[in-house]
Each structure stands twice: as structure tokens, then as C-alpha cells.
């Protein structure tokens, strides 16, 4: 199994239509095909009141990521020609997966609760890809669980991009919090109402941060998100 992710690109004009496409006939054609565990994330108006979370993170970011695993790198094309029928500019990233915190409700298509942030970001300039997937993944998995209200948390380690001239993205992450975090900052960082707390868990998160992103390269959405397509047969 093969787990792929496309980011995609568009201006704000066109962001309605190619939500529609995506959640259209491109998952039609998807999973029509050979792909497995589908996810489709927009920014629709279920998530419009948390675009204005982290603006300064905002700059050309992506406009929606459709996600999701093949049997062969010999099934990409197939799948790329139905992300082709949304028109809109598109990469493709080939990942490998880790879940801490799993969502384990059931892959309908309906919109998942909650919204869902998505992190696309590069490692510190000069630091090792060992040294980053180690901080990333070990210590700093604990800091992202204990001090943000997260539901689901995901892990997506860029192992290539499909193609040359793609963002040189080293990681995509998936969190997804409760609808009251898109405008509370309390309720994000599920500080219990004290500021004191809030303070110490921005602090926290900020600081475990600045060891392995690079902050000139991350790329912030907030978005619905849409599971669909043979979940359960991988378990």
C-alpha cells in the first residue's frame, strides 16, 4: 500500500467551485477506481469562521487536499486523471502514515465533525531528516496531544513528491479539533477557562515547535473534512 497525498491550488474566486468538484465528480471517479481510505478536505462554510486562525500562516496556501492509498505506484496515474477533472493546480506527495490519536468513526462521506487543520511545512534548514523525524515524532507527538483539544491527530512524513517541481513539503499534518476551537483560543488549547493555563500551553506547543519547523515554509488550512472509501477493510 501506497499513501497519497495532492494539496491543491486556487484563488478565492474559484474555491466554491472546486470544493463542489472535489466533493463531486472526483470522489465519483475515485472511488469508482482503485483508491482506498478517501479523504477529501475542504475549507467550506462549515469551517468559515476558523480561516482567520493563524493568517500569517495563510500566504499561498493550499486550497483543499484529497488523500488516500493505492495498491501500486502503477495506479497513480489513474487517480491523478480523476483529480485532473477539477481543474484547479494540484501536487502530489507520496507519504508514509502515523496516527496517535485515531478517529475511529465510521467512513460515511458525511462531513466529520468539528474542523479539521492541516499543517503542510518544511524541517529546519541544515537539520538531518533523522533528527527531525525523531523530534517530530517522539517528543513532540506527546506536547501536540496534551496541550490542544485534538480529536485526531495524524502524522504524514513526506517520503517524495511526485513530481520536481513541487513545494519541497517535509511533513502534512492532520489535526482535527472541536467547532468551538475555530474562534476560542481557550477551547483550542482545552485550558479550562484559565489564562494562566493558556498561556502555558501556547508556550509549550511554541517552543517544542521551533525544533523542527521551518516557519518561513508552513502552510496552515482550516477545514471540513470527508472520509470515504474502504476504511474498514484496512482496519
Known sequence: ?????FPFWADAAEQSR??????GPVKEALLAGEV???RINVPDEAVAAGQALYPEMASDRPA????FFVN?????EGAAAALRQAGARFHGYE???TTPLPLLSPATGARTPGFTQLAFFSRLPGQSREDFLRIWLESHTAVAIETQSTFFYQQNPVLRPLAPEAPPF????????PEAAMTDWDAYFDAGGSETELAKRRARMSESCVRFIDFSTIKLLISSEYRSGGWKDLG
Open 170 to 177: 517535509d511533513a502534512i499534518v492532520e489535526e482535527s479539533f
Open 18 to 23: 472546486l470544493n463542489a468538484a472535489l466533493l
Open 1 to 5: 500500500m501506497q499513501k497519497l497525498m
Open 36 to 38: 482506498f481510505r478517501l
Open 72 to 76: 501500486s505506484a502503477r495506479q497513480i
Open 64 to 67: 483543499a487536499l484529497v488523500s
Open 95 to 97: 507519504t508514509t502514515e
